[in-house]
T-cell receptor, first 112, second 112 residues
Framework: EAQVTQNPRYLITVTGKKLTVTCSQN?????MSWYRQDPGLGLRQIYY???????DKGDVPEGYKVSRKEKRNFPLILESPSPNQTSLYFC???????????FGPGTRLTVL | AQKVTQAQTEISVVEKEDVTLDCVYE???????LFWYKQPPSGELVFLIR????DEQNEISGRYSWNFQKSTSSFNFTITASQVVDSAVYFC?????????WGAGTKLIIKP
């Protein structure tokens, strides 16, 4: 089944404790992206990747890191999480940036 | 600057009514794509449609239809004979420089 998986689905952590949210797709898509969703703001792009080893900042990259060592995986790293990073995070993939994006189920992160 | 505006924060209608969700965008690009996504109460993001800026034909898919007008920079979405299952948050998005710019979303409530 074609899908984008994210783990964990829910995470409660404390300020400053490094964490990684994994994202994997099995559709051989070149484009992958991370978004955060906050009430009233829609989705905002954090980072995106056009292909392996090619990543770029979106609109709200501060406090986040990503890597794209393999085509299928695109982990999101929070080196030192802060409470303002409490949000719902979505990973997405598509053939290219202008194609339909397939989304993961979301990761709800709470930083205390 | 690229921007997507969904001025209707929330719409509530009774089942079987027709409803139109507005989307107005700003872009300096001559070639661009517009999208609509649906987020039902379960939280996943579901692709509905993609429209190329060169294709101004209206699209109909069952009870759903989309009206794209470049002259007014709008890409409105109409649901005919709404059903309770249409209750969701609907997002309009614009591709820009390899990213998707999202509107804040319109929450649609269909009452039985």
């Amino acid at each position: 089944e074609a899908q984008v998986t994210q783990n964990p689905r829910y995470l409660i952590t404390v300020t400053g404790k490094k964490l990684t949210v994994t994202c994997s797709q099995n559709m051989n898509h070149e484009y992958m992206s991370w978004y955060r969703q906050d009430p009233g703001l829609g989705l905002r792009q954090i980072y995106y990747s056009m292909n392996v080893e090619v990543t770029d900042k979106g609109d709200v990259p501060e406090g986040y890191k990503v890597s794209r060592k393999e085509k299928r995986n695109f982990p999101l790293i929070l080196e030192s999480p802060s409470p303002n990073q409490t949000s719902l995070y979505f990973c997405a993939s598509s053939l290219s940036y202008y194609n339909e994006q397939f989304f993961g189920p979301g990761t709800r992160l709470t930083v205390l | 600057a690229q921007k997507v505006t969904q001025a209707q924060t929330e719409i509530s209608v009774v089942e079987k009514e027709d409803v139109t969700l507005d989307c107005v965008y700003e872009t300096r690009d001559t070639t661009y794509y517009l999208f609509w996504y649906k987020q039902p109460p379960s939280g996943e993001l579901v692709f509905l449609i993609r429209r190329n800026s060169f294709d101004e034909q209206n699209e109909i898919s069952g009870r759903y239809s989309w009206n794209f007008q470049k002259s007014t920079s709008s890409f409105n979405f109409t649901i005919t004979a709404s059903q309770v299952v249409d209750s969701a948050v609907y997002f309009c998005a614009l591709d820009s420089n390899y990213q998707l710019i999202w509107g804040a979303g319109t929450k649609l409530i269909i009452k039985p």
